[in-house]
């Protein structure tokens, strides 16, 4: 009887290993220098069976995202570090130079440009008809989305110590848009022509306060963290505090029903309840900064500063796989609910990845020598089988 369970168990209980393929990589500096090492910035965008993705040198290009080759690629006056998106059938894309392109998704082509004299380093968000994209000095932009024509903008002017590098991007909901600036305050602000609702300061320490990740808004709840080390739940309306957990992050979170996860400034990677800020696991990871998860079919990736890329089970946060780039990156991780993965790596490499669920073989049950009523019923059907 004992067999019989065993048995019963093994095979009503299907055993998976975890392969993590790597499909295809895309060369997009082979003649850069690297006397000093670039940091990648820019997290690739998955739309349907194409991938977006820009590099330091100023390069845009459209790849199938499963068979790797290049469907358009346009050059950019400057480098891109962090400001691509896609809205309304165009990529829209910022330089480090200030200029600002919508380009036709179908063949790169340019449908109109803006320019500014600082930095485009977050992705511009769409809202309707409304670009809005945020820059590096500040300062809140609304483009109308069909011909990039200024709308309104928006200066907020905190003090001039040290920041780090990085600039979140607006996040809208309703009729509101909310954004994180490089002094630790963040703000409500009307969508229709960018009056200020309410500002909250977040900063606790006396430098490198800023908040450099997206925040999460839904209809009651604003999550949002800065870099000295303090993450928040907000209560969208007021800007008043639903709960504080003691640990920063730089560039955002992955948020799942009542569940939030991102990695840490302290080396942990984080799931939180979403309604008390209760951490419900943590998981250590190696060294670097930890970039912002995404999903990839069942599980959770991850990239890091300093390498690995990693993998994890959400339910436990156990590290299932992991993976170098051979030298880290600070872009995160596009994915795709199939299994695939996308990572560009500082080299300006980018990796494609398929994370692959394949049943155990088992082998040996039929070596266990305790021939039981099932294993004799067997052998006299077959016996008793009449030829074909």
């Not at 600002?100 to 790169?108: I, M, N, V």
């Amino acid at each position: 009887m004992q067999l019989i369970v065993l048995l019963l168990c093994l095979f009503s209980s299907p055993l998976f290993a975890l392969d993590v393929l790597s499909q295809w990589v895309k060369v997009t500096r082979p003649h850069h220098p690297f006397e000093i090492m670039p940091q990648e910035r820019t997290k690739p965008v998955v739309v349907g069976d194409i991938l977006y993705f820009a590099n330091l040198d100023g390069n845009v290009y459209a790849i199938h995202r499963t068979e790797g080759y290049v469907l358009w690629q346009r050059k950019l006056p400057a480098g891109i570090s962090g400001a691509l998106s896609y809205g309304r059938s165009k990529i829209f894309v910022g330089d480090i130079q200030g200029n600002l392109f919508a380009l036709q998704a179908r063949d790169g082509s340019v449908a109109w440009t803006f320019k500014i004299q600082s930095e485009w380093l977050s992705a511009p968000m769409l809202s309707k008809d409304r670009l809005l994209v945020s820059s590096s000095n500040d300062e809140l932009y609304a483009l109308s989305e069909s011909a990039g024509k200024e709308l309104w903008h928006f200066s907020h002017r905190g003090d001039e110590k040290m920041t780090v590098r990085g600039t979140p991007s607006p996040v809208v909901f309703g009729s509101e848009v909310y954004q994180g600036f490089s002094d630790g305050n963040f703000a409500a602000l009307t969508l229709k022509d960018g009056k200020v609702l309410w500002t909250k300061r977040l900063r606790s320490k006396d430098r490198f306060y800023d908040i450099d990740m997206n925040a999460y808004v839904d209809e009651q709840h604003i999550l949002v963290s800065t870099f000295d080390g303090n993450f928040f739940s907000l209560e969208r309306l007021t800007g008043n505090t639903h709960w504080v957990v003691r640990v920063g992050t730089y560039g955002g979170i992955l948020v799942e029903g009542d569940r939030v996860y991102f990695a840490g400034l302290n080396g942990n990677f984080y799931a939180l309840d979403k309604s008390a800020g209760q951490i419900l696991w943590k998981t250590a990871f190696d060294k670097g900064i930890g970039l912002p998860p995404s999903r990839a079919g069942d599980y959770l990736v991850f990239s890091t500063s300093a390498d690995p890329v990693y993998v994890l089970d959400p339910a436990d946060g156990k590290v299932v796989w992991t993976g170098s780039l051979g030298a880290g990156t600070l872009a995160p991780v596009a994915a795709h609910g199939d299994g695939w993965f996308y990572c560009m790596s500082n080299y300006g490499n980018l990796y494609s990845f398929e994370v692959k669920k394949n049943l155990v073989p088992m082998k040996g049950l039929e070596t266990i020598p305790l021939p039981s009523a099932i294993y004799r019923q067997l052998g006299e059907s077959k016996q008793h089988k009449e030829p074909s």
